[in-house]
């Protein structure tokens, strides 16, 4: 029986590729953890969700960030190069890919 990944989003409202990310996980009937950011200019507002997303991306620059059983996927357009090319297959069936 495979096990369920877990799936932690960092996101922020604004972001039209952070809902694309999240899409993608649900036409799949995946379940994941959200994490909202907000910006001020170019840094992230100081909140317990920025921290964490700080303490695993020290130069996070960017929304979203994705990871799956702790590995890690920076933006939308690394997760679509991963499913383009099925290396997201492999990642959600075991997440210690990292």
Not at 70 to 84: C, N, P
């Amino acid at each position: 029986m495979t096990q369920t990944p877990k799936i932690e989003i960092f996101f922020s409202q604004m972001c039209g590729l952070c809902h694309e990310a999240m899409d993608f996980f649900r036409s799949r009937g995946l379940s994941f953890e959200t994490y909202e950011v907000h910006w001020k200019g170019e840094d992230l507002l100081d909140s317990e969700n920025a921290r964490e997303l700080k303490k695993r991306v020290p130069n996070v620059e960017f929304v979203p960030q994705i990871f799956i059983d702790g590995h890690h996927i920076e933006g939308y357009r690394s997760l679509e190069e991963l499913i383009k090319t099925g290396e997201i297959e492999s990642i959600l069936s075991n997440g210690d890919m990292a």
